[in-house]
Nanobody, 127 residues
Framework: EVQLVESGGGLVQPGGSLRLSCVTS????????IGWFRQAPGKEREGISCIARADYNTYYADSVNGRFTISRDNAKNTVYLQMNNLKPDDTGVYYCAAEVAVGREYCPRTESGVDYWGKGTLVTVSS
């Protein structure tokens, strides 16, 4: 059984930092590109960052570029999202998603090809 388990969410003040983790099991991790998606209250889920299976390529949405950093540890089957200078607009449920990637540089910026989802972790940015 494939599982993606997110952790690291919580309540943080504006300007603070959090590090999210996505631990995967049941899949051949180095065959999958991983994405982080966010669903803010009352909004649709959006892709905010992703990383290719061989770590050759990363993507950041404009809203998080320069503040968030995605990384992966293939030995631990884990992807991380370091979030700095958090803003109230960053509030939402954060999901990781895995998509089998033919190309070494491909990563999932949209939901359309995602194979597996985690259940999400809630991030609340508030003073």
């Amino acid at each position: 059984e494939v599982q993606l388990v997110e952790s690291g969410g919580g309540l943080v003040q504006p300007g603070g930092s959090l590090r999210l983790s996505c631990v995967t099991s049941g899949l051949t991790f180095n065959r999958y590109a991983i994405g982080w998606f966010r669903q803010a209250p009352g909004k649709e889920r959006e892709g905010i960052s992703c990383i290719a299976r061989a770590d050759y390529n990363t993507y950041y949405a404009d809203s998080v570029n320069g503040r968030f950093t995605i990384s992966r540890d293939n030995a631990k089957n884990t992807v991380y999202l370091q979030m700095n200078n958090l803003k109230p607009d960053d509030t939402g449920v954060y999901y990781c998603a895995a998509e089998v990637a033919v190309g070494r540089e491909y990563c999932p910026r949209t939901e359309s090809g995602v194979d597996y989802w985690g259940k999400g972790t809630l991030v609340t940015v508030s003073s």
